[in-house]
Nanobody, 125 residues
Framework: VQLQASGGGLVQAGSSLRLSCAASARTLSGYGLGWFRQAPGKEREFVAATPRSGGTAVYADSVKGRFTISRDNAKSTVYLQMNSLEPEDTAIYYC???????????????????WGQGTLVTVSS
């Protein structure tokens, strides 16, 4: 499965952006899908994920209430709606997928088998 992330850009604090990640698979049904980010000089960190079943999503505490992950299995696309952006959200955002990931491992980058190339989000103050 190949993943292509898009939608990044330069925005002001308080703005919104929606990231998209399109997959080459015919459907994303049955895949756990996640978003991770890596800020300059920092390690990659978990942002949000939706389980294979399409059930309750999980979020990092730093984005809870501001970001929303969603999926469109028919379009083979996962989205990350980001509201109330802060300068601390500046990073390269990566999407990831796995057909075998379990719910308790959704925040673990090592459990994802497929990764997109990343899209840069820059939030100015």
């Amino acid at each position: 499965v190949q993943l292509q992330a898009s939608g990044g850009g330069l925005v002001q604090a308080g703005s919104s952006l929606r990231l998209s990640c399109a997959a080459s698979a015919r459907t994303l049904s049955g895949y756990g899908l996640g978003w991770f980010r890596q800020a300059p000089g920092k390690e990659r960190e978990f942002v949000a994920a939706t389980p294979r079943s399409g059930g309750t999503a999980v979020y990092a505490d730093s984005v809870k209430g501001r970001f929303t992950i969603s999926r469109d299995n028919a379009k083979s696309t996962v989205y990350l709606q980001m509201n109330s952006l802060e300068p601390e959200d500046t990073a390269i955002y990566y999407c990831a997928a796995s057909s075998r990931i379990i719910y308790s491992s959704l925040a673990m980058s090592s459990q994802y088998h497929y990764w997109g190339q990343g899209t840069l989000v820059t939030v100015s103050s």
